[in-house]
């Protein structure tokens, strides 16, 4: 009852008082998890949450103590009667561990599951500003795993508020490289006076699988942002992945992913990369009909944008990303790339060409033709220039001063030198005979 429970609390901080002055860490240690101990057996919750605040604040207390003391008491949050009791004993612990280096981590962890439960409120913004408070990157005796774990809850929240700049701030907090750290090598065993990194917690996901949740994180991100190329590169690093390349289940959706994503990237080198790298890879000839379609990207030979969607329109509209589909403005941005591909196939072939031409062979007006080629020149994918009261477009660029007389330069060097070879071998060849004749 209660009067027994206040009696040995009265009793046991007695011992506790008589423990911390004479500097007895385990006696100190044993006699504040013990007080908790009794206020959880007797269900008595404010007891529990007042000892608590008591104990911490007592004078010289023991840090071994209130570590111990909040160790204890956390494994209480889950044993609450309800949600109340449980949000209240979250934040009494919070302001003991406040500003406690030596329990930072246990803070970090509680802050966790204060956020947990204001998302499943619906208070999702609160749940986001509650896990920003806590800079993890810091805390030298947490695992890595649960660092990345914990900065990871944090992009998911700020995404989920639609706060995409703090997002790509806090994923800038982890480094890709770690991720391709060897798992199977043995730990060394730390040094005297070095940081002892705590072991993570059971529910903390391994390294492959931290890898594939930061990647999906960040397709989100550059979903948002349209950026196309950024989302291949995430869905070629989760095709890496050793669970999802092992299963054809997992990998198919994703390389097909990454053919749509391809495709729709504007043309560039490391585009053109990825593109041939992709093309090399076996799987591919799983779906033949998307190995097709990128081989008509490197092919130079000019795509027919009406046979290609009617071909492929089908699959563009069923593909979907995280439960959206690839939409209009992909579509569009799909016929985009389409024309820039002919528009550099064209340049290639011709050194002018006119304009009336150029729409006929890009299935374009006169008008829409030539906004797309002014398009490409503004962004440097290829050089041209456009006569408009002759309607000719010239591919070639216009060499200066200087670049002509390199090359003429040039030019007479490597005609000087065949002259020299030349007559090396005349020279050879008058040797060889005389030396015969001799003979």
Same mark, same amino acid.
């Given at each position: 009852?209660?009067?027994?429970?206040?009696?040995?609390?009265?009793?046991?901080?007695?011992?506790?008082?008589?423990?911390?002055?004479?500097? !007895?860490?385990?006696?100190?240690?044993?006699?504040?998890?013990?007080?908790?101990?009794?206020?959880?057996?007797?269900?008595?919750?404010?007891?529990?949450? !007042?000892?608590?605040?008591?104990?911490?604040?007592?004078?010289?207390?023991?840090?071994?103590? $209130?570590?111990?003391?909040?160790?204890?008491?956390?494994?209480?949050? !889950?044993?609450?009667?309800?949600?109340? =009791?449980?949000?209240?004993?979250?934040?009494?612990?919070?302001?003991?561990?406040?500003?406690?280096?030596?329990?930072?981590?246990?803070?970090?962890?509680?802050?966790?599951?204060?956020? @947990?439960?204001?998302?499943?409120?619906?208070?999702?913004?609160? /749940?986001?500003?509650?896990?920003?408070?806590?800079?993890?990157?810091?805390?030298?005796?947490? /695992?890595?795993?649960?660092?990345?774990?914990?900065?990871?809850?944090?992009?998911?929240?700020?995404?989920?508020?639609?706060?995409?700049?703090?997002?790509?701030?806090?994923?800038?907090?982890?480094? =890709?490289?770690?991720?391709?750290?060897? $798992?199977?090598?043995?730990?060394?065993?730390?040094?005297?006076?070095?940081?002892?990194?705590?072991?993570?917690?059971?529910?903390?996901?391994?390294?492959?699988?931290?890898?594939?949740?930061?990647?999906?994180?960040?397709?989100?991100?550059?979903?948002?942002?349209?950026?196309?190329?950024?989302?291949?590169?995430?869905?070629?690093?989760?095709?890496?992945?050793?669970?999802?390349?092992?299963?054809?289940?997992?990998?198919?959706?994703?390389?097909?992913? #990454?053919?749509?994503?391809?495709?729709?990237?504007?043309?560039?080198?490391?585009?053109?990369?990825?593109?041939?790298?992709?093309?090399?890879?076996?799987?591919?000839?799983?779906?033949?009909?998307?190995?097709?379609?990128?081989?008509?990207?490197?092919?130079?030979?000019?795509?027919?944008?009406?046979?290609?969607?009617?071909?492929?329109?089908?699959?563009?509209?069923?593909?979907?990303?995280?439960?959206? @589909?690839?939409?209009?403005?992909?579509?569009?941005?799909?016929?985009?790339?389409?024309?820039?591909?002919? #528009?550099?196939?064209?340049?290639?072939?011709?050194?002018?060409?006119?304009?009336?031409?150029?729409?006929?062979?890009?299935?374009?007006?006169?008008?829409?033709?030539?906004?797309?080629?002014?398009?490409?020149?503004?962004?440097?994918?290829?050089?041209?220039?456009?006569?408009?009261?002759?309607?000719?477009?010239?591919?070639?660029?216009? @060499? !200066?001063?200087?670049?002509?007389?390199?090359?003429?330069?040039?030019?007479?060097?490597?005609?000087?030198?065949?002259?020299?070879?030349?007559?090396?071998?005349?020279?050879?060849?008058?040797?060889?005979?005389?030396?015969?004749?001799?003979?």
């Amino acid at each position: 009852n209660a009067g027994n429970l206040d009696a040995a609390i009265e009793q046991l901080l007695n011992a506790e008082k008589h423990a911390r002055l004479a500097g !007895d860490v385990a006696a100190t240690r044993n006699a504040v998890t013990e007080i908790l101990r009794l206020c959880f057996e007797a269900r008595a919750w404010k007891t529990l949450n !007042d000892q608590i605040v008591l104990l911490s604040k007592r004078r010289g207390q023991l840090k071994q103590a $209130v570590t111990a003391m909040v160790q204890q008491a956390m494994k209480y949050i !889950d044993e609450t009667p309800d949600l109340e =009791t449980r949000i209240e004993l979250i934040k009494t612990l919070n302001s003991v561990s406040a500003g406690k280096i030596y329990v930072e981590i246990e803070r970090a962890r509680l802050i966790k599951k204060l956020a @947990k439960i204001k998302e499943e409120q619906g208070l999702i913004a609160e /749940a986001a500003d509650l896990m920003q408070e806590i800079a993890v990157e810091t805390f030298g005796a947490m /695992a890595k795993t649960e660092k990345i774990a914990f900065i990871l809850e944090q992009v998911r929240l700020c995404l989920d508020c639609q706060d995409y700049v703090r997002a790509q701030i806090l994923s800038r907090k982890i480094s =890709t490289r770690v991720f391709d750290a060897d $798992v199977s090598k043995e730990k060394k065993k730390p040094k005297e006076g070095d940081n002892v990194v705590e072991e993570a917690p059971a529910d903390i996901p391994s390294l492959p699988e931290l890898k594939r949740s930061y990647y999906e994180l960040m397709i989100r991100y550059y979903s948002h942002k349209n950026n196309y190329l950024e989302i291949c590169r995430c869905y070629k690093e989760i095709y890496e992945v050793p669970s999802v390349k092992e299963n054809p289940a997992e990998w198919i959706p994703i390389l097909r992913k #990454i053919c749509w994503y391809l495709v729709l990237s504007p043309h560039d080198p490391m585009q053109s990369s990825l593109l041939n790298s992709t093309l090399e890879d076996k799987n591919l000839s799983e779906i033949s009909n998307f190995k097709l379609l990128l081989k008509q990207l490197v092919t130079m030979e000019v795509i027919q944008w009406t046979a290609l969607w009617d071909a492929y329109k089908d699959e563009f509209k069923n593909e979907n990303n995280f439960g959206k @589909k690839l939409g209009e403005k992909a579509a569009e941005d799909l016929k985009e790339r389409v024309i820039e591909h002919n #528009i550099i196939v064209i340049s290639k072939y011709y050194a002018r060409i006119t304009l009336k031409r150029l729409a006929e062979l890009l299935c374009q007006s006169v008008q829409e033709a030539e906004k797309h080629l002014s398009d490409m020149v503004v962004s440097k994918t290829l050089v041209a220039k456009i006569d408009r009261p002759m309607g000719i477009v010239c591919f070639q660029s216009a @060499k !200066d001063s200087n670049d002509i007389l390199n090359s003429w330069a040039a030019n007479l060097e490597r005609l000087l030198d065949l002259v020299e070879k030349s007559c090396h071998q005349i020279h050879k060849e008058t040797m060889v005979h005389k030396a015969a004749l001799k003979v």
